[in-house]
């Protein structure tokens, strides 16, 4: 699939699920478009109908920064979402293509095990973990480093590791979609931007091939852009505690990759932590 047709696919379902009296439209009362009509964001956006289908229909080309803000607006986009519209037509705001990291260096490994006993993880922008510190595997209660090379994914970690599920504390469907849901537009934001749409296709290819809840939540095609996250997980050794969850970048050249820190919210929690790890490094 071309950017042109991601384009159209994301602007499509976007447009599905605009109700018009959210944007001062009535609803035609035989429509059948559970949304607003093509017309109706041409018309807001201040272009031809036939122009926004061809936009829809990926292809259109050189589409200007103009009207791509436009559609923004017309469709109510927040900040990632119209960030990901310029980036598929194009706009990459001065940034160069980045490489997927799949290594860590040296010193990135340092300052992993440096960050113990705050469990954390390094992984690139297909959500590949690339190493955890001894924090984050006495959290999950599994040595993850030593997974074979495609379960090291968060994605089929989430869909097919019950410890995993266990330390999300996903218990339903509805949990574990919802997670599936938030990391993947996550990875869409990220991807427009930094990876050849060789690398993009197959990287994609594999996640499909991984299960079948990331095919469903993928063609949701939601846009979301990386965000601190405070949440309850299961330790398998301190139970449950309130953590942080940041993304730091790491970045080496054009080779990019994410830090993600869990953090203690709390004192009390801070020293079960610390508690935790030093049980675990004396019966080891």
């Known amino acids: 699939m071309t950017n042109p047709e991601r384009l159209g696919e994301f602007l499509r379902l976007k447009r599905n699920t605009i109700a018009p009296e959210s944007v001062g439209l009535g609803k035609p009362l035989r429509s059948r478009t559970p949304g607003l009509r093509r017309e109706d964001v041409a018309e807001l956006a201040q272009i031809s109908t036939v122009w926004y289908a061809k936009l829809e229909r ?3 080309e050189r589409v ?8 923004a607006r017309a469709m109510r986009c927040d900040d990632s979402e119209t960030r990901y519209l310029l980036q598929l037509g194009g706009y990459q705001d001065g940034a160069g293509r980045i490489e997927t990291c799949n290594k860590l260096s040296v010193a990135s490994q340092n300052l992993l095990e440096a960050l113990n006993p705050v469990p954390a993880l390094f992984c690139n922008d297909f959500y590949d973990i690339l190493q955890v510190n001894q924090a984050f595997e006495y959290m999950v209660g599994f040595d993850v480093n030593a997974l074979p090379v495609h379960q090291r994914n968060t994605f089929w970690l989430l869909e097919h590791h019950p410890q995993w599920q266990q330390w999300l504390n996903v218990s339903s469907p509805d949990e574990l979609t919802n997670c599936m849901l938030n990391a993947s537009a996550r990875v869409r934001a990220a991807l427009a931007s930094r990876v050849s749409e060789q690398e993009w296709q197959l990287r994609l290819d594999q996640l499909m091939a991984s299960g079948p809840i990331f095919r469903e939540v993928w063609a949701n095609h939601r ?29 080496s050249g054009n080779i990019s990759g994410d830090l993600q820190v869990f953090l203690p919210e709390n004192d009390t929690d801070k020293a079960r932590l ?11």
């Not at 200007?64 to 559609?71: D, E, N, P």
């Not at 330790?235 to 940041?246: D, E, F, I, P, T």
């Open 274 to 284: 610390q508690a935790a790890m030093a049980l675990a490094e004396v019966v080891a």
């Open 64 to 71: 200007s920064r103009q009207v791509l803000l436009g559609i």
């Open 223 to 251: 846009v979301k852009a990386k965000e601190q996250i405070v949440r309850h997980y299961r330790h398998c050794r301190a139970g449950q505690v309130r953590l942080v969850k940041q993304f730091w970048s790491n970045a």
């Open 58 to 60: 990926g292809k259109a």
